[in-house]
């Protein structure tokens, strides 16, 4: 049977159930029914807002499902229902689903996480160097791990001891909390218990666990092994299975390594391959050379011969085809060394011990003047500059002075008149 109200002044919360205002109990009950198993977080894992939308939704049920809270609703909106809650439903979205479906401890409304199911894993950024990652090695790692206390078996208690229900939460591990989640709206969702810690019951002083101290666990040092593996990638994740903290009733989480390379003085690596900038003196960049040119990452030294004849200019590139780095999984596969040639100049002290005649004749030719010749020549200062300097020679920053004048046209006003 359709319920005939007046228009209500506001239509938000049947509009978040999708049912018109004249919907009855019944009708708000099962539209409500079925788009909380539909948007319920445990079945939208993927979806960040899932826990706001069924809190949304939890929380105008709670209201529309009271005859009473409903009429206030209708007639004031949410204004006439600030500060005040019906009665009939249960303030807690998990209760309200539980009620509806038979299964309690099917949602932990905890910020729509569903129950763990391990440990949580222990994450640790490792710093390896590009020399570790080329040749490879073993580490081993003293670490500090979480067990669960022999003494008492992960039971916390002393002896044959008993915990004592939690008065806080009555035993159930959590409180009701209440949060605005709009101007004018509330909802209510559940927390862990801060008096037990969740675990709905605690031990008396006297009856914890010497060893523990009622915590169930205690810490023990450990002794991990890892192994970098030539090539392996920059942010690797190196994952011990089971090897993190433990807990009562539950698996152990992992222990994670995740891979950091140090920044090479020399190298640059991109995927397989490497790159290095290397000197070389104009001797060698005009008549060639034939010389250990580098210290590869393993110590190796690498031999490189220029083709006869050939000029090498500034910054000119060449390739070492397989002296790069190994490849991840198959390390018999490397890339390529790619060398930037960088020619260095000799100095004054070199220039002034030879002789400078001679030294013209053995050289290319200066150029002449530029052609054709420009009809007014200044003569212009020789000054050394750092190329970091450039662009700061601007001074003040320029300002129009008409600007205040244009901004008043622009916005319709009368620009200021100005004695001629």
């Known amino acids: 049977m359709k319920r005939k109200v007046s228009v209500p002044v506001e239509t938000e919360l049947y509009d978040v159930l999708g049912v018109p205002p004249s919907a009855s109990e019944n009708d708000i009950k099962k539209a409500y029914r079925k788009k909380a198993k539909e948007h319920h977080p445990v079945s939208n894992p993927n979806d960040p807002g899932a826990a706001q939308k069924f809190q949304e939704m939890a929380a105008a049920y709670e209201i529309l499902s009271d005859p009473n809270t409903r009429e206030v609703y209708d007639r004031e909106g949410m204004d006439g229902l600030t500060g005040s809650r019906g009665g009939g439903m249960p303030a807690d979205p998990a209760e309200m689903f539980a009620q509806f479906f038979g299964n309690a401890n099917f949602f932990d409304f905890t910020g729509g996480a569903p129950p763990r199911r391990k440990g949580e894993n222990t994450e640790i950024s490792y710093d390896v160097t590009l020399e570790d990652l080329y040749i490879g090695k073993s580490v081993k790692i003293n670490m500090e791990k979480e067990i669960i206390c022999t003494t008492c078996n992960g039971s916390g208690a002393r002896g044959n001891a008993k915990p004592k229900e939690c008065s806080r939460c009555d035993s159930k591990g959590w409180i009701f909390t209440q949060t605005q989640i709009a101007p004018s709206r509330y909802g209510t969702a559940r927390m862990k218990c801060p008096e037990c810690d969740g675990k709905g019951s605690k031990l008396r002083e006297k009856d914890r666990c010497k060893r523990c101290k009622g915590e169930r666990t205690v810490k023990e040092k450990t002794r991990q092994e890892i192994f970098i593996e030539k090539g392996m990638p920059d942010g690797y994740r ?112 070199w220039l002034r011990s030879v002789d400078n005649a001679a030294l013209a004749r053995l050289l290319p030719p200066k150029k002449a003047h530029i052609d054709p010749a420009p009809e007014v020549i200044d003569e212009a200062p020789f000054e050394e500059a750092d190329l970091e300097d450039f662009g700061g020679s601007d001074g003040d920053e320029w300002e129009d002075e008409d600007d205040d004048d244009y901004d008043d046209h622009e916005m319709g006003g009368e620009p200021e008149c100005r004695p001629q």
């Open 238 to 349: 190196i994952v011990l299975t089971g090897a993190g903290d433990q807990e009562p009733g539950i698996p152990p989480g992992d222990v994670v390594f995740k891979i950091k390379t140090a920044q090479h003085p020399s190298f640059e690596r991109s995927g397989s391959d490497l790159l290095m900038n290397v000197k070389i003196t104009l001797s060698e960049a005009l008549l060639g050379f034939s010389r250990i040119l580098l210290t590869h990452l393993d110590g190796r030294g690498i031999h490189v011969s220029s083709p006869p004849g050939k000029v090498i200019n500034p910054g000119q590139t060449i390739k070492l085809r397989g002296e790069g780095m190994p490849t991840f999984k198959n390390p018999d596969n490397k890339g390529d060394l790619y060398i930037v040639l960088e020619v260095e100049m000799p100095d004054a002290g």
